[in-house]
C-alpha cells in the first residue's frame, strides 16, 4: 500500500525559472494538503485541495504561487519565477476524507533556488 | 503571540529516562492535538493525536491535553536513541478547517 509520492525529491532551479511539485495521495485518499518548511523553521500551511478544487488557499503566497488537483493525475504545485526565498521543503499530505483528522505526509521536495 | 508555541530545545535526556515535551496554543476553539515527529532530512511522521481533556497512551507514548490551560504535552518512556528527533506539535481548529497549525518544533536528544 503505497504512501503519499512526491517527485522530484530534490529540485535546483536558477532564480526566475518555473518550479513543478507534484504530489500523487494515497490511494483512496481525495484530500490534497502542501505545507512549506523553510530552514530552522516549522511547517506552514500553504494551501488544501480536493478534486478539481481549491478549499483553502490561505497560505499561499499572493503571487507567483498556484496548485491544482485535477480530475486526473496527481496535484501540483507551481512556483513561477522562483526567487532564493523560496528555497524550501515542500510536502504534501492527505487524507482520505474530511471528516478523518489525520495527514499523512509524504517525502516531501527540497527545492533550491540558486 | 505565536499561535503554536514549542521551546525549541535542545533538550537532551539519558537514554531510559522520560523526555517530556510541551506546547500552548493560543485559540481556545482547537479541537484537534496532534504530535509529529521529525528525524533530520525527514518528513513529520504521526506518533498521536488526542481530541479529549487528560492522558492517552500508545506504547510508550503518553499524550496528555488541559483544554483549559490550552496546553498539551508528550510524555516518552523509557527514551531510545532512536527517539531522538524534533517532535512537531500541530493543532487543528474545528470541523471545516482543515488545516494544520504547527509550532517550530522542540528538538530532542536522547543520551546514551
Known amino acids: 500500500n503505497a504512501g503519499v509520492m512526491q517527485n522530484p525529491r530534490h529540485l535546483v532551479r536558477r532564480r526566475g525559472q518555473e518550479a513543478r511539485l507534484r504530489c500523487s495521495p494515497m490511494k483512496g485518499h481525495s484530500h490534497v494538503y502542501w505545507y512549506r518548511q523553510l530552514p530552522e523553521e516549522g511547517l506552514k500551511f500553504m494551501v488544501y485541495?480536493?478534486?478539481?478544487?481549491?478549499?483553502?488557499e490561505s497560505g499561499m503566497p499572493k503571487e507567483r504561487f498556484s496548485a491544482e488537483f485535477p480530475k486526473e493525475g496527481p496535484s501540483i504545485l507551481r512556483i513561477q519565477q522562483v526567487v532564493r526565498g523560496d528555497s524550501a521543503a515542500y510536502f504534501c499530505?492527505?487524507?482520505?476524507?474530511?471528516?478523518?483528522?489525520?495527514?499523512?505526509f509524504g517525502p516531501g521536495t527540497r527545492l533550491t533556488v540558486l | 503571540q505565536k499561535e503554536v508555541e514549542q521551546n525549541s530545545g535542545p533538550l537532551s535526556v539519558p537514554e531510559g529516562a522520560i523526555a517530556s515535551l510541551n506546547c500552548t496554543y493560543s485559540d481556545r476553539v482547537s479541537q484537534s492535538f496532534f504530535w509529529y515527529r521529525q528525524y533530520s532530512g525527514k518528513s513529520p511522521e504521526l506518533i498521536m493525536s488526542i481530541y479529549s481533556n487528560g492522558d492517552k497512551e500508545d506504547g510508550r507514548f503518553t499524550a496528555q491535553l488541559n483544554k483549559a490551560s490550552q496546553y498539551v504535552s508528550l510524555l516518552i518512556r523509557d527514551s531510545q536513541p532512536s527517539d531522538s528527533a524534533t517532535y512537531l506539535c500541530a493543532v487543528k481548529l474545528t470541523f471545516g478547517n482543515e488545516k494544520l497549525t504547527f509550532g517550530t518544533g522542540t528538538r530532542l536528544t536522547i543520551i546514551p
Open positions: 499530505a492527505s487524507s482520505p476524507t474530511m471528516d478523518t483528522d489525520t495527514q499523512y
Open positions: 485541495l480536493q478534486k478539481e478544487n481549491i478549499i483553502d
